[in-house]
């Protein structure tokens, strides 16, 4: 660990003795009071202190771990010093009592140095330039000076060494001039607080990149909670009477302080520090304007109605609530325009093509340039996630692959509708927010998808099943042409042949009657065998009687359920090609041990299940025999759904439409 590291661990290690050392003193002294004031700073410095040893610890060349242990341990240190005052002061003979009541008089200085000098070098642990070097000498030589000013002050010692007397006298004449130096220095220490304070504006200004600009960010957030302090102490004197819940706002800047510096030097991109600014100036406004407005109709009421009159607090309440309904919208609008450009940007880009596309000058696809413009990211993209994908695609159609970047869903419903993906700008809370304005926007986007595709699909269908349709005929010609054309041609030229040598005795007759029989029985064969594959027979009798002569042909076990439901013609045809082509595929190239068929119907709707314990691996492959029956299926207003795993056999399942 670095040497700045270890000084961390060092004063976070003598802070713990101190505070003991504070106990003991407690426990000592008896003096509630103090043992309060005591009990008080160990709560406000410690978080600090363990803070600054994480950073210290995880950041041991940086000085920040170290003033922040110091922010703390200075807290403590004061307050133990306020427990032991009592014990000294009942002991003025001791040496050093004396010196410590004098000493005692200015050491609150102290107390500013450490976040001061935490303000001049974060977040870096360097000065922002040579300038600054007189503002950490100043101070660091300011309040030692001060401290000895006043311990050289003549005036009796505040409480509890008021009956002490001084360790040294200062001669008449050097009076007036150190008092007139300790003064002065007052307003110099000031003055170099608001420089520390500037320092951080300074640093922001001249910041070039994003992680710098946000670590900034946060610590000016932890310090804004020093204001929250003012207005809890304006509240407190408004309904309490008195300053008590400024304790609370001391308490959460206390806390604030060294979270904010803690997350902004390990962790500066926890959250939208932008949203988290803008929220708090926001409601900080509100919160003033609530106080405002409720002391101003409190006193104008109460002239009339009393100063302690509910009919003067009623008054006040409505008048308050009537004022700041149409001012909180107003001022967050204000306030993102100047602390969160970003958001405002990205949601006014969101409405502003909403209103143009109401008004047909635009169309939704331009969404994405819409956003990269305004979060100035043009890696930005936006995608669609269609009904049953587990894939993006852009407004085009094609596959969308985000990568490692960050994706915002895009939800309506409770379902996935599209996402915004992080190009190289903008937090992961305002692609959230800025994805859930554009919702309506990505529902249409992907409606106007779907319909493309269905109706390119719808297409491509109708022209594979024309293709199908002219494949059929010429397989029908071509089967008719050499098949039972030819016999039936030989038939004819048979019997003519007959006739010409019937009186003659040339021919032997009833041979060639034989053969033109069974010539004859061959062609109806054919043509039967050609007309089933038109239309099964079997089909006459029911689906489940085609489909049990279906699966005593097939060459491996079948187990067949099928509903007892009479179905409609064109349905029962395309439940028997399913189950057909889908056995046939198994058979073909699973090789499978045993087949299932189950046929079942549910209302207006019919589903085929043929499944198998094959391989799997199956696909929808154009030309394929189940690309046919896809289209052949779709065109009956159905879906086929085809899931086939590797190693977990295939499954073909349709879903027809049966309105009987």
Same mark, same amino acid.
């Given at each position: 660990?670095?040497?700045?590291?270890?000084?961390?661990?060092?004063?976070?290690?003598?802070?713990?003795?101190?505070?003991?050392?504070?106990?003991?003193?407690?426990?000592?002294?008896?003096?509630?009071?103090?043992?309060?004031?005591?009990?008080?700073?160990?709560?406000?410095?410690?978080?600090?202190?363990?803070?600054?040893?994480?950073?210290?610890?995880?950041?041991?060349?940086?000085?920040?771990?170290?003033?922040?242990?110091?922010?703390?341990?200075?807290? !403590?240190?004061?307050?133990?010093?306020?427990?032991?005052?009592?014990?000294?002061?009942?002991?003025?003979?001791?040496?050093?009592?004396?010196?410590?009541?004098?000493?005692?008089?200015?050491?609150?200085?102290?107390?500013?140095?450490?976040?001061?000098?935490?303000?001049?070098?974060?977040?870096?642990?360097?000065?922002?330039?040579?300038?600054?070097?007189?503002?950490?000498?100043?101070?660091?030589?300011?309040?030692?000076?001060?401290?000895?000013?006043?311990?050289?002050?003549?005036?009796?010692?505040?409480?509890?060494?008021?009956?002490?007397?001084?360790?040294?006298?200062?001669?008449?004449?050097?009076?007036?001039?150190?008092?007139?130096?300790?003064?002065?220095?007052?307003?110099?220490?000031?003055?170099?607080?608001?420089?520390?304070?500037?320092?951080?504006?300074?640093?922001?200004?001249?910041?070039?990149?994003?992680?710098?600009?946000?670590?900034?960010?946060?610590?000016?957030?932890?310090?804004?909670?020093?204001?929250?302090?003012?207005?809890?102490?304006?509240?407190?004197?408004?309904?309490?009477?008195?300053?008590?819940?400024?304790?609370?706002?001391?308490?959460?800047?206390?806390?604030?302080?060294?979270?904010?510096?803690?997350?902004?030097?390990?962790?500066?991109?926890?959250?939208?520090?932008?949203?988290?600014?803008?929220?708090?100036?926001?409601?900080?406004?509100?919160?003033?304007?609530?106080?405002?407005?409720?002391?101003?109709?409190?006193?104008?009421?109460?002239?009339?109605?009393?100063?302690?009159?509910?009919?003067?607090?009623?008054?006040?309440?409505?008048?308050?609530?009537?004022?700041?309904?149409?001012?909180?919208?107003?001022?967050?609008?204000?306030?993102?325009?100047?602390?969160?450009?970003?958001?405002?940007?990205?949601?006014?880009?969101?409405?502003?093509?909403?209103?143009?596309?109401?008004?047909?000058?635009?169309?939704?696809?331009?969404?994405?340039?819409?956003?990269?413009?305004?979060?100035?990211?043009?890696?930005?993209?936006?995608?669609?996630?269609?009904?049953?994908?587990?894939?993006?695609?852009?407004?085009?159609?094609?596959?969308?692959?985000?990568?490692?970047?960050?994706?915002?869903?895009?939800?309506?419903?409770?379902?996935?509708?599209?996402?915004?993906?992080?190009?190289?700008?903008?937090?992961?809370?305002?692609?959230?927010?800025?994805?859930?304005?554009?919702?309506?926007? !990505?529902?249409?986007?992907?409606?106007?998808?779907?319909?493309?595709?269905?109706?390119?699909?719808?297409?491509?269908?109708?022209?594979?099943?024309?293709?199908?349709?002219?494949?059929?005929?010429?397989?029908?010609?071509?089967?008719?042409?050499?098949?039972?054309?030819?016999?039936?041609?030989?038939?004819?030229?048979?019997?003519?042949?007959?006739?010409?040598?019937?009186?003659?005795?040339?021919?032997?007759?009833?041979?060639?009657?034989?053969?033109?029989?069974?010539?004859?029985?061959?062609?109806?064969?054919?043509?039967?065998?050609?007309?089933?594959?038109?239309?099964?027979?079997?089909?006459?009798?029911?689906?489940?009687?085609?489909?049990?002569?279906?699966?005593?042909?097939?060459?491996?076990?079948?187990?067949?359920?099928?509903?007892?439901?009479?179905?409609?013609?064109?349905?029962?045809?395309?439940?028997?090609?399913?189950?057909?082509?889908?056995?046939?595929?198994?058979?073909?190239?699973?090789?499978?041990?045993?087949?299932?068929?189950?046929?079942?119907?549910?209302?207006?709707?019919?589903?085929?299940?043929?499944?198998?314990?094959?391989?799997?691996?199956?696909?929808?492959?154009?030309?394929?025999?189940?690309?046919?029956?896809?289209?052949?299926?779709?065109?009956?207003?159905?879906?086929?759904?085809?899931?086939?795993?590797?190693?977990?056999?295939?499954?073909?399942?349709?879903?027809?439409?049966?309105?009987?």
């Amino acid at each position: 660990m670095a040497i700045r590291g270890l000084f961390a661990v060092a004063a976070a290690v003598l802070t713990g003795v101190l505070a003991a050392a504070g106990v003991v003193l407690a426990v000592l002294g008896g003096d509630g009071g103090a043992t309060t004031a005591f009990a008080v700073g160990v709560a406000f410095g410690l978080p600090s202190v363990v803070l600054g040893v994480v950073v210290a610890v995880r950041r041991p060349d940086s000085v920040v771990g170290l003033l922040l242990v110091l922010v703390g341990a200075t807290a !403590v240190w004061l307050t133990v010093g306020e427990l032991g005052g009592p014990l000294l002061a009942r002991r003025p003979g001791l040496p050093f009592a004396r010196w410590y009541a004098a000493l005692s008089q200015g050491d609150w200085m102290f107390l500013y140095v450490p976040a001061a000098l935490l303000m001049l070098v974060f977040p870096d642990g360097r000065l922002p330039g040579r300038r600054r070097r007189w503002a950490a000498a100043g101070l660091l030589a300011v309040p030692p000076l001060f401290m000895l000013l006043a311990a050289l002050d003549p005036a009796p010692f505040r409480p509890p060494f008021e009956a002490m007397p001084h360790p040294v006298r200062v001669p008449e004449p050097w009076l007036p001039v150190l008092s007139a130096v300790a003064f002065a220095l007052l307003p110099v220490f000031l003055g170099l607080l608001i420089a520390s304070a500037a320092a951080v504006v300074v640093r922001y200004r001249r910041a070039a990149d994003d992680v710098r600009r946000a670590q900034l960010k946060w610590f000016a957030l932890g310090a804004s909670f020093l204001p929250l302090t003012l207005l809890l102490c304006w509240t407190g004197y408004l309904f309490l009477g008195g300053p008590e819940l400024a304790v609370v706002g001391l308490a959460a800047t206390a806390l604030a302080i060294p979270v904010a510096t803690t997350i902004a030097v390990l962790r500066h991109d926890l959250y939208d520090i932008d949203r988290a600014i803008s929220t708090a100036v926001t409601y900080g406004l509100v919160t003033t304007a609530l106080l405002g407005f409720y002391t101003a109709a409190s006193f104008v009421a109460g002239l009339g109605a009393g100063r302690s009159s509910p009919v003067a607090a009623a008054a006040a309440t409505a008048v308050c609530a009537a004022a700041l309904s149409p001012l909180r919208t107003r001022l967050q609008r204000w306030t993102d325009g100047r602390f969160y450009p970003a958001r405002q940007a990205a949601l006014t880009a969101v409405q502003v093509l909403r209103g143009r596309m109401h008004a047909g000058q635009a169309r939704p696809e331009q969404l994405e340039q819409a956003l990269r413009e305004a979060l100035r990211d043009p890696l930005l993209r936006v995608g669609y996630r269609l009904p049953g994908t587990s894939g993006l695609v852009d407004a085009a159609g094609a596959a969308l692959d985000p990568g490692q970047a960050y994706v915002a869903p895009v939800r309506l419903g409770g379902h996935d509708i599209g996402a915004i993906v992080r190009g190289a700008a903008g937090s992961r809370e305002l692609l959230r927010e800025v994805a859930s304005a554009c919702v309506l926007l !990505v529902e249409v986007v992907r409606l106007r998808i779907e319909v493309s595709r269905a109706l390119a699909e719808a297409e491509a269908g109708r022209g594979r099943l024309l293709h199908a349709g002219y494949e059929e005929r010429r397989r029908l010609e071509r089967d008719l042409h050499d098949g039972a054309q030819q016999r039936l041609v030989s038939l004819g030229m048979a019997i003519r042949l007959a006739q010409r040598h019937l009186d003659d005795g040339t021919v032997d007759v009833d041979d060639l009657l034989d053969r033109s029989v069974a010539e004859l029985a061959s062609a109806v064969a054919e043509l039967r065998q050609i007309a089933h594959g038109l239309r099964p027979s079997s089909l006459d009798d029911g689906l489940g009687h085609a489909l049990a002569m279906l699966a005593g042909q097939a060459p491996v076990p079948v187990e067949l359920e099928v509903c007892a439901d009479e179905l409609p013609d064109d349905v029962a045809l395309t439940a028997y090609y399913v189950a057909s082509e889908a056995m046939t595929n198994a058979v073909k190239h699973a090789g499978p041990a045993v087949i299932g068929v189950r046929v079942s119907r549910a209302g207006d709707r019919v589903t085929v299940r043929v499944d198998d314990d094959g391989p799997g691996g199956a696909a929808l492959r154009p030309g394929a025999g189940l690309a046919g029956l896809a289209d052949r299926v779709e065109a009956a207003g159905g879906t086929l759904r085809l899931s086939s795993p590797a190693g977990g056999g295939t499954l073909v399942e349709a879903v027809l439409p049966c309105a009987w």
